[in-house]
Structure formats: C-alpha cells, structure tokens
C-alpha cells in the first residue's frame, strides 16, 4: 500500500484500470465497501482523504470534522486499497482559485436550499480529483443521493471519460446509516435517530406493496419519525434519480431522502427505489452483523483518541 501526496505520483503509481474512491476520511464500513467494489472490477484501487473545506457550510463544522489519518491508511490497506492519496491543501487549492463548478436544476432541491454552497463545493473537488486522477470508474455512496446524482451529471456534462458507480447504503445491524458523523450522537440520540431508518423501511414496504403516491410514502417516514420528539426534520422528499425532481407520484427511478437534526448532529438517509419487473424495489442497503468499527471501548467514537 502507498500512500501519495500529489497528483503526480498517484498517477505515477497507477497501473491497469483504475478504481477511485473519493472520501474525506475518518472510515467506516461504508467507505470500505466502496473500496471492495473498486477492488472487484479494477487493477489499480485508490482511495483519497481529504476534508475538503470548500464544501462545508456551517460555522464550525469544518473544525469540527473528525480525522484519523493513521487509522484510516490501516483500514483501507485491509480492505484492499492500492494508494492511499492524502493531499494537503496546497495540493488541492494551490494559490487563488477561480473556478467552480455548479451542476444546475440537481443541486436546487433538498440538500441545496438547506446547506448554500455545499453541492458547489463538492462538485468543484470532484472535479479536480477526477481530472488529477483520471480514474476508470469512482465509486460514490447512495447514502448521498443528491451528492451521487450530481456528480453523475457532472461527469457526463463536462466528458470526463471515467464510469461514476453507486453502491448501497451499509448500516449498523440496527438500521442506523453509517456516517463519519455518528461519534457525535450521545447514546439517547442515536436510539432516537432508529426512527428515521424505520420510517423508509416503512415506506420502503409500502412502494414495495404498489404505493405510488408521494404524500402516503412521506406519511409513512412521519409515521415512525412522529413518535421521536427530540428530531427535527428538516425535509422527507421523493426525488427521482437523474434530476433530482420532486415527484409527486411514484412513477420512474427515485429516492425517497431526509435530513434530520438529533441534538447538534445533522443527519442525512434515504432509500432508492429501483424499477424492477414493472414494480419498484427498495434497495435497503446492507446491515453489519456486528458492531461499526467506528466504535470502540468507551462507546461511539471512545477507541477513537
Ligand atoms: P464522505 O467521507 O462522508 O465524504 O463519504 C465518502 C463516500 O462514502 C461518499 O461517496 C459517501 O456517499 C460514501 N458513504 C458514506 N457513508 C456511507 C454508507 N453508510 N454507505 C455507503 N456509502 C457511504
């Protein structure tokens, strides 16, 4: 396993067909299951770190981020990383910059109102790692699905000449979407936040089961979600998968996504819903069998340092 500073030498270490997994660290199962699709179509497997300051949003989060660079090398080596890429700042933004990318119409619902910025940012570093990289195919997560729409869209309008694939969501054994930003939900938290996996899940069965209407399948994420004073929704929406459309019907590709703040921790999940022999079927993503790694003794985040 190598790790590299530059653009250069990534490419300089690259053989074969090349995979791309672009993250911002602090691994978690999810991470890892982008690099085991990555190792299973490529010869070269390269994952980036890098907390990329452009895209965040909110006074203080950027501080806030959690980072364990010597973790996160051991972790991707194990699960089949060929390079680890962790560029420093001055790699990525050298001197003054003045281009940004902004993928138009996808980025206007959802995550977009909610976070300004936040989609321009992380198309404008998708951009230059895809361009530094010059990856076959990069994968991205469909916990992010405005974020994976996105950069699909990107890549097909700008012709960059890699594939963009998306893989299913993993969770904790009880449903919980793994997220770097877990280890900052006190225990009471995460129990209240089950609610929002059980609210997909139900309306998952129900789109299963011929469902079509946008408002039941919303109702049914409230229904679960209802039950948990303590989080505040910002938004459940059904959206389809290329443009990111606010649906009202249940009619081509989607995903039905929320945001939810539990305490001071901004949580984000959804559920797609693919077309399948004339129905639709929830892809639920997998669940753990034991515990995320992103937990040790001491509870969330207490093995972390
Ligand atoms: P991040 O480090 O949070 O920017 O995430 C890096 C990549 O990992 C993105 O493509 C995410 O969508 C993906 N990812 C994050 N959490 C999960 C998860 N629980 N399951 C699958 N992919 C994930």
């Known amino acids: 396993m190598r790790i590299t500073k530059t653009f250069f030498e990534t490419r300089l270490v690259a053989t074969g067909e090349v995979g791309f997994v672009p993250t911002m660290g602090f691994l978690h199962e999810g991470?890892?299951?982008?690099?085991?699709?990555?190792?299973?179509?490529?010869?070269?497997?390269?994952?980036?770190?890098?907390?990329?300051?452009?895209?965040?949003?909110?006074?203080?989060?950027?501080?806030?981020?959690?980072?364990?660079?010597?973790?996160?090398?051991?972790?991707?080596?194990?699960?089949?990383?060929?390079?680890?890429?962790?560029?420093?700042?001055?790699?990525?933004?050298?001197?003054?910059?003045?281009?940004?990318?902004?993928?138009n119409r996808l980025s206007d619902e959802m995550e977009g109102p909610n976070r300004p910025g936040h989609f321009e940012g992380v198309a404008t570093v998708v951009a230059k790692l895809l361009a530094g990289v010059q990856p076959d195919r990069s994968y991205f997560g469909r916990k992010d699905a405005q974020q994976l729409a996105i950069v699909k869209?990107?890549?097909?309008?700008?012709?960059?000449?890699?594939?963009?694939?998306?893989?299913?969501?993993?969770?904790?054994?009880d449903g919980l979407a793994l997220s770097s930003r877990n280890v900052f939900l006190s225990s009471q938290e995460r129990e209240e936040a089950l609610a929002l996996n059980r609210g997909l899940m139900a309306a998952a069965d129900a789109a299963e089961q011929g469902v079509r209407r946008t408002s039941e399948l919303v109702g049914a994420v409230h229904g679960e979600i209802g039950t948990e004073s303590n989080l505040s929704v910002e938004y459940v929406t059904l959206a389809s998968q290329d443009l990111v459309e606010p649906l009202d019907e249940l009619d081509r590709p989607a995903f039905l996504a929320l945001a939810a703040w539990s305490g001071k921790t901004r949580l984000i999940d959804n559920v797609h819903l693919d077309e399948a022999n004339g129905g639709f079927v929830a892809d639920r993503g997998g669940r753990l069998e034991t515990t995320s790694v992103l937990y040790g003794p001491g509870g969330p985040g207490g093995g972390r340092g």
């Open 153 to 173: 869209r990107m890549a097909a309008d700008l012709s960059f000449p890699g594939s963009i694939i998306g893989v299913p969501i993993v969770r904790e054994s």
């Open 31 to 103: 991470h890892l299951a982008l690099i085991e699709a990555a190792r299973a179509a490529n010869e070269t497997v390269i994952m980036s770190l890098f907390v990329n300051p452009l895209q965040f949003d909110r006074d203080g989060d950027l501080a806030r981020y959690p980072r364990d660079l010597e973790r996160d090398v051991e972790l991707a080596a194990a699960a089949g990383a060929d390079v680890v890429f962790a560029p420093e700042l001055e790699e990525m933004y050298p001197g003054e910059q003045f281009t940004r990318v902004n993928v």
